[in-house]
């Protein structure tokens, strides 16, 4: 089982800063299958990227995924306050599908 | 509109059993890999089951292995989850979620997609 390793646990950040998230795969994520969600609360995840860096229809291009291999990283490059989420990483390529422990993004 | 809408959830003791279904609307249902992914109270995600469009190829997560059966109607649009003998680690807002692409070849997924449609979620409590 691939165990995906998200840091950090929480980003406090203001608007129009740009927030960093990584994911950290124990061993190689097959063809990049590398999604992100975006979680609210009391709501369902919503993708975010696939592929590791395509975007999903309707997502801002202030999103944007990168990495291969073992190591992905999620950019949101100007914060605005509807950004405020926990973030998920989850990898596709190799049953059993995992996820990451998430990402809480804080606005300050 | 693209939507899923769960139901079947509530609470049962441990050992007991209950089902959860899904009801698809908005997009061609048998073209789509479904699963099942679940969230302890407080928790992450955890994927617990995928069947093929068809419903001919199924798969789970060692967690729930013998205990939970995926199932689907597409002449109903409607996915479900059989679940026998709950535990109390068990207890987890469930959600269904579609996934456009799953290859699989010789009992194995050898290409798939992300999850691209989510339902609300159903909560089921374990708990005597």
Do not use: H
Request: charged share 15%; with cysteine.
């Amino acid at each position: 089982e691939i165990v995906l390793t998200q840091s950090p646990g929480t980003l406090s950040l203001s608007p129009g800063e740009r927030a960093t998230l990584s994911c950290r795969a124990s061993q190689s994520v097959s063809s990049s299958y590398l999604a992100w969600y975006q979680q609210k609360p009391g709501q369902a995840p919503r993708l975010l990227i696939y592929g590791a860096s395509s975007r999903a229809t309707g997502i801002p291009d202030r999103f944007s995924g990168s990495g291969s291999g073992t190591d992905f990283i999620l950019t949101i490059s100007r914060l605005e306050p509807e950004d405020s989420a926990v973030y998920y990483c989850q990898q596709y390529g190799s049953s059993p599908w995992t996820f990451g422990q998430g990402t809480k993004v804080e606005i300050k | 509109e693209v939507q899923l809408l769960e139901s079947g959830g509530g609470l049962v003791q441990p050992g007991g059993s209950l089902r959860l279904s899904c009801a698809a609307s908005g997009f061609t249902f048998s073209s789509y890999a479904m699963s099942w992914v679940r969230q302890a109270p407080g928790k992450g995600l955890e994927w617990v089951s995928v069947i093929s469009g068809s419903g001919g190829s199924t798969y789970y997560a060692d967690s729930v292995k013998g205990r939970f059966t995926i199932s689907r109607d597409n002449s109903k649009n409607t996915l479900y989850l059989q679940m026998n003998s709950l535990r109390a680690e068990d207890t987890a807002v469930y959600y269904c979620a579609g996934l456009r692409i799953m290859i699989t070849f010789g009992g194995v997924i050898v290409k798939a997609d992300a999850f691209d449609i989510w339902g609300q979620g159903t909560m089921v409590t374990v708990s005597s």
